[in-house]
């Protein structure tokens, strides 16, 4: 059932309109939502962490936005984040949940799963990245630990190719580290880490090795409690940068400008945005200039900044959504050639799918 049009004006390049849809309303507190094709049939799916009952879910596509609850799996614990990838490499995705531990379930390649090993990381988290940390063409994963009794960043689990990983290695000396994401910040070929913490209010970033390791952490003072992380070059010059969101009170979003380096500078920021848990990254205007959608628990609203691609961003534009949207992801879900966003709606128990006619 469609709630509502909005549209939204967006120069010369095209016109954003999105039509918002409850795809599913009875998911038990929905906490992370993250989506990847799970059934083989070339068409994007989602899986839920659905914290209130300890499972998570896998809704299939129909290719034209809509989606169906196709199965569910006990975690045995509140899980609160997720990552995908083929980790033993059958050409099927592959799930790992994470709260206290990581627990690991290879995809049948129909969409259902089976639980395969579980790995400690004696810590709370709510972010889990997928990644090739020592260029073996094996997914590796990184957790970010949520803890106050030990200063480790984040613990990396290095994949084995047959779906088991190695004991996990830490890295970082913050506390309370929310998010973690990878990319090549330095462009020497290999993953770094950039990691949000709470405990200083800061980003850190961990450059790579090539060999699963990492060296020592540089830090950059941000503002309080951010949340969610993403990675893109903003501003055309051939660098990457971050687009950092943060929950507290008028902290709103700040921009973080890459060097040659790996490091990051020049920051802007974007106060219009408060509460935000998650970002998603993409060209939603079709521009060839990247985008981003910010998450906001106190609005019950995601925003829309149209990037101008010399890193500054035009005033952002609201969509209503469900109470407490705290998690985002985005991908083409009805085959149009246009991004499309999907929120997880944690107190009000639903998906919400806004689809993009972009004209």
Partial sequence: MFMFLNLVSVGSNCSVLYRSKTVYNTV?????????DFNNDGKLDFVVATFGDEHFSIFLGSGNGSFQLYASYATNVEPTAITTGDFNKDGK??????????????????????????????????????SDFNNDRILDLAIANY???????????????????????????????YCVISDD??????????????????????????????????????????TSMVS????LDNKLDLVVAHVGWETGIVVLFGDDNGGFSKTELYRNVMGSLSLTVGDFNNDEKLDFVASSIYGNVIS?????????????????????SGSLTSGDFNYDGKLDIATANYLNQSITVFLNSCH
């Fill in 28 to 36: 038990h507190e929905p906490r992370h939502i993250v989506s990847n």
């Fill in 93 to 130: 995705m592959d799930v790992a949940i994470n709260n206290f531990y990581v627990s690991i379930w290879l995809g049948n390649g129909d969409g259902t799963f089976q639980k395969y090993g579980q790995y400690h990381t004696n810590a709370w988290s709510y972010s889990m990245i997928t």
């Fill in 147 to 177: 803890t106050f009794h030990n200063k480790t960043s984040v613990t990396v689990l290095l994949g084995k190719g047959d779906g088991s990983f190695s004991s996990g290695i830490n890295y970082g000396n913050s506390e309370s580290s």
């Fill in 185 to 226: 910040f330095n462009n020497d070929n290999k993953q770094d880490l950039a990691i949000c913490n709470h405990d200083p209010h800061c980003i850190t970033v961990l450059l790579g090795k090539g060999d699963g390791s990492f060296g020592n952490q540089k830090e950059y003072i941000t503002h309080p409690y951010p």
């Fill in 232 to 235: 893109g070059d903003f501003n």
């Fill in 304 to 324: 829309m900044f149209f990037g101008n691609g010399n890193g500054a961003f035009q005033n952002h534009q609201e969509f209503n959504t469900a109470d407490y």
